[in-house]
């Protein structure tokens, strides 16, 4: 079927259930009732049927549409945003989906509230008018009477745009006030009046605002309000800790899962780790609070998992929530065989079990995220030297990294303080969300790239090279087992892994390698000079390999083949001595110095 025929039925299934609202059965999950639910990010609404579509495989009865399509409640007066939405919520009731929920941040951006209100010092909002609370509900009223057939909201109340804690009362002294004044008023809208399930989204940079997470919960007024809680603290990452607080606080409570990997490849590459998932979900659902999850399906554009080999880890999911006596291998031998056939099981998983080690030793280094959103990005990404460290939420801050390595880290006085460039210490990058870090000394100035450390890292970059082509070679094992289409789709998933692992050793070596070089001509070994000229070399040599790929390949907010540009990028500052003088307003020390072979 093509994509326009498709379309076209999605445009008759939204027409018709708009003629029937008034007979719309769908009603919202009650609370006895396990939520097994996905998100969509994408706004591309073919991509997006394709995901509806094999919902009732799952029995999702909950489907959340996020991000490109609602990411803002106030986004349903956009009426392109809205008229995609209409047509999923429509199509997700015809295939059984009881439960459609928009996602909504709150407060918005500062401009989008009358000036009449903005009455408190420096043009904030006066939380002691109660014209505003009027005026803000009956905006919610006129958001909600635009989407009728939903069952939901997913609220996020904390990073918001204009943010509550920074608006000005005199009655309402605490943050943890302000944050629950606002998901009070917006709940006495979507419980107390429309009759539908709100979920409090929640997640944190720093242990301050979790802290103001869980004093604001405590004071919501509406005993409905339901949690949605991330797998980890703050952000995706597969070396963090699991939340610490999903699951403990009273009230029912779903984990937000993301198994399309936004930090971890974007199906773009290998991520198949139920291991992983059973991991995290086997400690949530040994938790009191735990009434369902909610699992991301893509990353934006067309990186939808489903239909492809990431789909395993939506499968882990649904399989240890139905029986949790399942191994990991149970489900790699159920969803490999299902999804492609018994006679190329034991390659297939041979190939899918590499994944994690993989990803950790590509697009991690020594057990933190180097890597933007899965996009090649050593420098000038501010967020790899404090705001993403796992360190950041582990007592001790320490990790045994493997790899080739065999070797207990200390996340900072180790791995941030020798790898973060001197401009991410000196104020280029997230301090304020880790104030014990400098308090104890554990960052020092300047520049402490070094050879020990590099090593390190191409050993480990090495090891995830190896085990890419371990994979790749067993999915050319599959050939005579499977159809053209599906050998040739899984045979570029893992080449692309490959290609990947290559690049990002090449590039590794040449980046952190470069700064040691940058030191002074004590610094710069033959062995040194050696490495940085091998891997110019190879550098370019991989990137035009992507720059010639010409297969199609999944595109959401990481963009596979610009990584070669990124890595060329590089290659000219230091052939060049043209690197930036300065990041975030910081003397990056590295502007002049030509790399010399």
């Given at each position: 079927?093509?994509?326009?025929?498709?379309?076209?039925?999605?445009?008759?299934?939204?027409?018709?259930?708009?003629?029937?609202?008034?007979?719309?059965?769908?009603?919202?999950?009650?609370?006895?009732?396990?939520?097994?639910?996905?998100?969509?990010?994408?706004?591309?609404?073919?991509?997006?049927?394709?995901?509806?579509?094999?919902?009732?495989?799952?029995?999702?009865?909950?489907?959340?549409?996020?991000?490109?399509?609602?990411?803002?409640?106030?986004?349903?007066?956009?009426?392109?945003?809205?008229?995609?939405?209409?047509?999923?919520?429509?199509?997700?009731?015809?295939?059984?989906?009881?439960?459609?929920?928009?996602?909504?941040?709150?407060?918005?951006?500062?401009?989008?509230?009358?000036?009449?209100?903005?009455?408190?010092?420096?043009?904030?909002?006066?939380?002691?008018?109660?014209?505003?609370?009027?005026?803000?509900?009956?905006?919610?009223?006129?958001?909600?009477?635009?989407?009728?057939?939903?069952?939901?909201?997913?609220?996020?109340?904390?990073?918001?745009?204009?943010?509550?804690?920074?608006?000005?009362?005199?009655?309402?002294?605490?943050?943890?006030?302000?944050?629950?004044?606002?998901?009070?008023?917006?709940?006495?809208?979507?419980?107390?009046?429309?009759?539908?399930?709100?979920?409090?989204?929640?997640?944190?940079?720093?242990?301050?605002?979790?802290?103001?997470?869980?004093?604001?919960?405590?004071?919501?007024?509406?005993?409905?309000?339901?949690?949605?809680?991330?797998?980890?603290?703050?952000?995706?990452?597969?070396?963090?800790?699991?939340?610490?607080?999903?699951?403990?606080?009273?009230?029912?409570?779903?984990?937000?899962?993301?198994?399309?990997?936004?930090?971890?490849?974007?199906?773009?590459?290998?991520?198949?780790?139920?291991?992983?998932?059973?991991?995290?979900?086997?400690?949530?659902?040994?938790?009191?609070?735990?009434?369902?999850?909610?699992?991301?399906?893509?990353?934006?554009?067309?990186?939808?998992?489903?239909?492809?080999?990431?789909?395993?880890?939506?499968?882990?999911?649904?399989?240890?929530?139905?029986?949790?006596?399942?191994?990991?291998?149970?489900?790699?031998?159920?969803?490999?065989?299902?999804?492609?056939?018994?006679?190329?099981?034991?390659?297939?998983?041979?190939?899918?079990?590499?994944?994690?080690?993989?990803?950790?030793?590509?697009?991690?280094?020594?057990?933190?995220?180097?890597?933007?959103?899965?996009?090649?990005?050593?420098?000038?990404?501010?967020?790899?030297?404090?705001?993403?460290?796992?360190?950041?939420?582990?007592?001790?801050?320490?990790?045994?990294?493997?790899?080739?390595?065999?070797?207990?880290?200390?996340?900072?006085?180790?791995?941030?303080?020798?790898?973060?460039?001197?401009?991410?210490?000196?104020?280029?990058?997230?301090?304020?969300?880790?104030?014990?870090?400098?308090?104890?000394?554990?960052?020092?100035?300047?520049?402490?790239?070094?050879?020990?450390?590099?090593?390190?890292?191409?050993?480990?970059?090495?090891?995830?090279?190896?085990?890419?082509?371990?994979?790749?070679?067993?999915?050319?094992?599959?050939?005579?087992?499977?159809?053209?289409?599906?050998?040739?789709?899984?045979?570029?998933?893992?080449?692309?892994?490959?290609?990947?692992?290559?690049?990002h050793k090449a590039v590794s070596t040449l980046y952190f390698g470069f700064r040691i070089y940058a030191r002074g001509t004590s610094y710069q070994t033959a062995n040194l000079i050696d490495l940085l000229s091998k891997s110019l070399g190879q550098t370019k040599e991989i990137s035009g390999i992507i720059n010639n790929y010409n297969k199609?390949?999944?595109?959401?907010?990481?963009?596979?083949?610009?990584?070669?540009?990124?890595?060329?990028?590089?290659?000219?500052?230091?052939?060049?001595?043209?690197?930036?003088?300065?990041?975030?307003?910081?003397?990056?020390?590295?502007?002049?110095?030509?790399?010399?072979?």
């Amino acid at each position: 079927m093509s994509k326009k025929i498709f379309y076209l039925i999605l445009i008759y299934f939204c027409l018709l259930s708009c003629s029937q609202k008034s007979n719309n059965n769908n009603k919202p999950l009650s609370i006895d009732e396990t939520v097994k639910g996905w998100i969509i990010l994408s706004d591309n609404v073919h991509e997006d049927s394709l995901v509806i579509e094999k919902s009732s495989e799952y029995d999702i009865n909950h489907l959340q549409i996020s991000h490109h399509l609602i990411h803002d409640l106030r986004h349903v007066r956009d009426t392109e945003r809205l008229r995609k939405a209409e047509i999923l919520t429509n199509y997700a009731h015809s295939q059984g989906i009881q439960e459609v929920a928009l996602w909504d941040r709150s407060l918005y951006e500062l401009d989008y509230y009358p000036d009449q209100f903005k009455t408190g010092p420096n043009g904030t909002i006066d939380l002691d008018d109660t014209a505003f609370w009027e005026w803000f509900k009956e905006d919610y009223r006129e958001m909600l009477n635009l989407a009728p057939n939903i069952q939901g909201l997913i609220l996020t109340f904390i990073e918001t745009g204009a943010r509550v804690e920074d608006q000005y009362s005199e009655k309402f002294k605490t943050n943890q006030e302000k944050l629950a004044l606002v998901v009070n008023a917006v709940a006495s809208v979507v419980i107390g009046e429309y009759g539908l399930n709100l979920y409090a989204r929640t997640f944190s940079y720093t242990y301050e605002e979790y802290e103001n997470i869980i004093g604001a919960i405590k004071l919501f007024e509406y005993p409905e309000i339901r949690l949605m809680m991330k797998e980890t603290p703050h952000d995706f990452f597969l070396t963090h800790p699991n939340d610490m607080f999903a699951g403990t606080i009273n009230r029912p409570t779903i984990i937000e899962f993301d198994v399309a990997g936004e930090f971890n490849g974007q199906g773009v590459i290998a991520n198949t780790w139920p291991e992983y998932i059973l991991n995290r979900w086997t400690d949530f659902l040994k938790r009191d609070n735990i009434i369902g999850y909610a699992a991301r399906t893509d990353r934006y554009g067309d990186t939808r998992i489903i239909g492809r080999p990431s789909e395993i880890n939506l499968y882990a999911l649904k399989r240890y929530l139905e029986d949790q006596n399942l191994t990991a291998d149970d489900i790699y031998n159920e969803f490999i065989t299902k999804m492609y056939n018994e006679e190329s099981l034991p390659f297939i998983k041979n190939a899918f079990k590499n994944s994690y080690d993989i990803i950790t030793s590509v697009l991690y280094t020594l057990g933190t995220s180097t890597a933007n959103h899965s996009k090649l990005n050593y420098d000038p990404y501010t967020s790899h030297w404090a705001r993403h460290v796992s360190g950041k939420w582990l007592d001790p801050p320490v990790v045994f990294v493997e790899h080739g390595i065999n070797r207990k880290f200390h996340y900072w006085t180790d791995i941030i303080n020798t790898l973060a460039p001197d401009w991410a210490k000196a104020g280029g990058s997230q301090l304020d969300e880790i104030p014990w870090v400098t308090e104890n000394g554990w960052l020092t100035r300047g520049e402490n790239m070094n050879e020990e450390y590099l090593m390190y890292i191409i050993t480990e970059k090495e090891y995830g090279v190896n085990l890419a082509e371990a994979s790749l070679n067993e999915i050319i094992k599959t050939k005579q087992y499977l159809s053209d289409e599906q050998y040739q789709k899984l045979y570029d998933y893992f080449y692309r892994t490959l290609i990947t692992a290559r690049l990002h050793k090449a590039v590794s070596t040449l980046y952190f390698g470069f700064r040691i070089y940058a030191r002074g001509t004590s610094y710069q070994t033959a062995n040194l000079i050696d490495l940085l000229s091998k891997s110019l070399g190879q550098t370019k040599e991989i990137s035009g390999i992507i720059n010639n790929y010409n297969k199609d390949v999944p595109i959401g907010q990481w963009n596979w083949k610009e990584d070669a540009e990124m890595a060329l990028q590089y290659c000219e500052w230091i052939e060049n001595g043209t690197w930036p003088s300065e990041t975030k307003g910081y003397q990056t020390n590295l502007n002049g110095i030509i790399f010399k072979n």
